[in-house]
């Protein structure tokens, strides 16, 4: 299992960082952090593999003692009726940065860019994205979206230089049917997963 674990967490850490010095991805100016914790339904993403199949994806965020941010992503693999997965990374704000950028670390010394690029007002819609335009996730407070609000967002993900043709809706169906949660708290990784 450890090997396993270990392929894992390579094949999470190339699909996060690289090499390169893109364009850098624009934060929004600031983020109120407790206004911003809590679940957020994945509604649409460019994905990493991990993520290529997913169903009712949400991302949590709670704001810990120390300042990090403990996340929990979890999602259904491949169907509605799927077993949960759950990954934990930790997110750590990046001084002077409106609290907008953070490091996403999956695997210790590792972080991963995690860019707020969008959140409307009432902090219920918001776009990640990354300067390397690889990966993009809209998410929202709801499981769905008007449609009026969906192409709205599309369009500033475009604006933000990525392809929309790229993106992949999240099926969301709640409430939940399917088995309980399974959860990896080590490294974020799920130690199934099978390497690429």
């Known amino acids: 299992m450890r090997k396993t674990l270990s392929v ?3 094949a999470m850490i190339a699909a996060l960082t690289g090499c390169g010095s893109p364009t850098p991805m624009p934060p929004v100016a600031q983020v109120n952090l407790p206004r911003f ?4 339904y994945v509604i649409a993403g460019i994905p990493t593999w991990p993520e290529r199949a997913s169903f009712n994806a949400v ?8 300042g990090r941010i403990q996340t929990t992503f979890r999602y259904r693999h491949g169907g509605f009726d799927a077993k949960v997965k759950t990954m934990r990374p930790e997110g750590t ?12 670390q999956f695997i210790w010394p ?3 860019e995690y860019v707020i690029a969008y ?15 690889d990966y993009v996730w809209i998410m929202a407070r709801t499981p769905t979206l008007p449609d ?3 192409a709205r967002l599309v369009d500033k993900v475009r604006e933000l230089g990525y392809d929309p043709a790229l993106l992949r809706r999240v099926p969301q169906q709640w ?12 490294a974020g990784i799920d130690p199934d997963r099978p390497a690429r």
Do not use: F, H
Request: charged share 20%; no cysteine.
């Open 8 to 10: 894992a967490a390579a």
């Open 37 to 40: 914790m809590g679940d957020w």
């Open 59 to 66: 991302e949590s965020y709670a704001l810990l003692p120390d």
């Open 93 to 104: 704000v990046e001084p002077n940065t409106g609290n907008a950028i953070w490091g996403m």
């Open 110 to 112: 590792i972080q991963a």
């Open 119 to 133: 959140v409307d007002e009432n902090y219920q819609q918001t776009i990640i994205g990354r300067s390397k335009r």
């Open 148 to 150: 009026a609000d969906y």
């Open 175 to 186: 409430p939940e049917q399917g088995p309980e949660p399974r959860t990896y708290p080590q």
